[in-house]
């Protein structure tokens, strides 16, 4: 992916040393482990997490609980939301989660705050399927997983961030994602 991050350097005790920290998109298919990871990344980063579900409306929650997928109509005023929010943390750093499957919505986000690095998490649908049938209280069934994989279209080589494999535990997956959003190196 491009080198447009702004995360400079690691210290001995692993900690992500900022020049001016970026705000971070954790994004990828529901199940993926975006909440749980999203928080151990912005504490690691030292800065603060939103969980990118709160900004949906009540509209959008009331169609993914009845198995309804979104479309792209629902989806631009919480994209909206989202991009406002990493706008006012643009020089202050920040990490949310977003699902973020399509490049589209990547630049509608990126339109709102420019200097945004994605941490696309990834994992083969087996896995994420297993993940998702064992969550609890949460409005997006399994039964939407094919439409986010049939929806997901990977970073590209253009855009800023890194793909992150989610296999194993959460501290190893946050590990993953700090070593490379270390390998982005600073913004050129």
């Not at 579900?53 to 309804?68: C, L, Q, R, T, Y």
């Not at 629902?74 to 990493?86: E, F, N, Q, T, V």
């Not at 793909?163 to 993953?176: A, L, M, N, Q």
Request: hydrophobic share 40%.
């Amino acid at each position: 992916m491009s080198s447009s991050g702004d995360v400079s350097d690691v210290d001995e005790d692993s900690e992500v040393v900022m020049g001016t920290p970026p705000v971070v998109v954790v994004m990828g298919v529901s199940g993926t482990g975006k909440t749980t990871i999203g928080p151990l990344l912005a504490a690691r980063l030292g800065v603060p997490y939103a969980e990118g579900d709160d900004f949906h409306p009540e509209a959008n929650i009331a169609k993914m609980s009845a198995g309804i997928p979104l479309e792209d109509v629902d989806r631009w005023p919480w994209l909206d939301s989202i991009g406002r929010w990493a706008h006012g943390r643009a020089g202050l750093g920040g990490v949310v989660s977003c699902s973020a499957l399509k490049r589209g919505y990547r630049d509608r986000l990126r339109s709102a705050a420019p200097g945004l690095v994605f941490v696309h998490l990834t994992g083969d649908r087996e896995l994420v399927e297993d993940r998702l049938s064992h969550r609890r209280g949460h409005f997006m069934p399994t039964a939407l997983l094919d439409s986010q994989f049939a929806t997901l279209q990977p970073l590209e080589a253009d855009e800023a961030g890194v793909s992150v494999d989610v296999s194993g535990g959460p501290e190893e997956i946050t590990e993953r994602a700090v070593a490379a959003l270390r390998e982005l190196g600073p913004a050129s």
